[in-house]
């Protein structure tokens, strides 16, 4: 896993284009505003450590952030208070699986010290193959025993299902 230290200007600049942008375009569910905020943050992140520049103000990106080597790949950050573990689970709306990424990268924001951590990559048909389906209704129980209902049908990915990254190049050559 790669951990990216979030300056103050990144999230400035996160809270400036969530204040001003309404990311699900009326189409999608985007979250709610602290959720963009960190799907933002990750995804200002990482381009910076890419080189690639953060489309500015995008409504509906599309369903997907970036395109390395050709590959479009949707940028998934979730927050938390902690660092990620093996067994923490990336979740999604199911019906991302049906957008043009080709595919992920899954990141976990950590809200306490600013530290954008790239948990790993994987493939939308391997995604498919692997990641745990629950129906909207459904209820969620998670790790440490607590539960939530789930509002759309959601799919989950484990970090240590995902192809492990431990440098920006190796990052890069996943999308070869």
């Known amino acids: 896993m790669i951990d990216i230290r979030v300056s103050e200007q990144t999230i400035a600049e996160a809270k400036s284009l969530v204040d001003k942008t309404d990311y699900g375009n009326g189409q999608f569910d985007a979250g709610n505003k602290e959720q963009q905020l960190v799907g933002i943050i990750g995804q200002i992140a990482l381009c910076k450590i890419l080189g690639m520049k953060q489309t500015e103000g995008v409504k509906y990106d599309g369903g997907y952030d970036v395109v390395i080597n050709g ?47 790239v948990c790993g990559c994987i493939t939308k048909d391997n995604l498919r193959k692997i990641s745990t389906q629950f129906p909207v ?29 431990m440098s920006k190049q190796e990052l890069i050559n996943s999308f070869k």
């Open 71 to 117: 590959v479009k790949v949707d940028i998934k950050t979730m927050g938390r208070t902690t660092y990620p573990r093996p067994y923490y689970v990336n979740n999604f709306f199911a019906r991302q699986l049906d957008l043009p990424a080709e595919a992920f990268i899954f990141c976990s924001y950590n809200k306490t010290d600013h530290i954008l951590t």
């Open 137 to 165: 209704g459904s209820l969620r129980t998670r790790s440490d025993g607590t539960t939530f209902k789930v509002k759309s049908n959601l799919c989950e990915v484990e970090n240590k299902d995902l192809t492990q990254i």
